[in-house]
């Protein structure tokens, strides 16, 4: 029975120093409370290429080789000497053997059965695998940290450039105001972009029509209209200006002349000039030349002609039948 | 005569190519994030004497990995790692500072900005360093990739470790 016990517990003393070598960890057991440690069971392959050769049960003074190992027995000797369940624990550390080999390790302090021990493990994969996640999370950090300093040096950089493109824009607005030119800006859509005051005044608009197409903003006829549109697809190709007339409750006679935008080949800027007074005069000059001869140019005669000549205007087909009725 | 110095730092700042620059005359070009602690030893002949420094080379503190008081006990000194390309780095190595401080109370060290060699791309100029200088710090620009200051930032930290032990 005895014997049978016997060879159980042998069975199990070969089990574990297997198991230990497969964890790739040496088994110490502190002795006499120094830095000296005797190793027990089998040494790991790695061992020996740091620690030199031992044999079991020859001791070791693991700290005389690793300043880290040295460092953390004074650590563990807190652990040990509280007689404490617990495991101190080294953390990784890095040795290189004398080939220049890397070894990663990690040692734990333990007290079993008042007996003090130093586990020092290799470790593998685990801590392969954690390794190379913190890599990849802190170059997804520094990559990140890069991005988001490119992107606020960016909006730095356009924030300036918008701050002087307005500036520019607000002075060359000031000076097209101060010129007092009537002038419309329209996009590709034929889309009101911008109005100058002058041109809001002299077409009677009382309110903002940015974004409206500029027909529906100028009242005059089709063929008014559709000599715009003309000049708009083609502004390169006519140099005079059109003249049209404002259908509005203050009629009037403007000259446009629509200009191709100088960056912006789609857009078009259309100029207008308040031409109302010299029709007025060409008007009276012409009224003068034809009839003062004929019926005499009392101010109830000129009233007459002025009643003729709009008639003529509105309908002109109708034109000969009044005068040549009366 | 031996002496533990550490290396502290964020992530990335170059410490241990600072170390390996020292130690072997190498720089690589690629970063490989340190995990735990590599300890490399360099003999140096400071005042006729030889001193032999450990310098405990830890990895980057961050909000991964946060460094362990132990590490830092039974140093002679220090060496705080910034990168010039990451201002926020220079954060880190204030609070760092601190915490070696309140744990080993005022021992030498001295604080290298790195990366020396992409300096168009700083963050860090010298007025961010000069209240630092102000309360007596030692502070190098230098590069792991070109060698700058290297060699002369460990001679001095160890110079100063020598004339505090006379």
Redesign the interface.
Known sequence: MRSHHTRQATQGEILCTQLFVALETAVLERVDQTDTFSLQGTAPAWWSSIFGTTTPPSTVRPGER???LK??L??AEQGWARHAAGLVRS????ERDSHGTTL?L?ATALVVDSRQLLLVARLGAD?EQ??AT??R???Q??RH?QAT?LQTRTESRLTTQLSQSEELRDDLLGVLQGLGLATILTDSQGRITFISDEAAGLLNLSTDRTGQRWDQVLSCSKTDRDAIWTRLRNPAEQHDPLTLHLETDNPRWLDVTVSPHPRHNEKRILLFHDTTEIHDLRRLLDEKARFHDLVGSSPSMMQVYQLCESCKKKRSHDWARPNQGK | MHKKICMLGGFAVGKTSLVRRFVTNLFSEEYHTSIGVTVEKKILSVAGENVTLMLWDLYGDDEFQRIRESYLRGSSGYILVVDGTRKETLATALGLQRTVEGLLGSIPFALIVNKSDVRDVWEIDDAALSALRQQGWTIFFGSAKTGEAVESLFSTLAHRLLNQAM
């Open positions: 690793s300043p880290f460092q953390f004074g650590e953390g990784p550390w890095t990663h990690e801590f954690a390794r913190l890599q999370a802190r170059e950090a520094l940290a300093k």
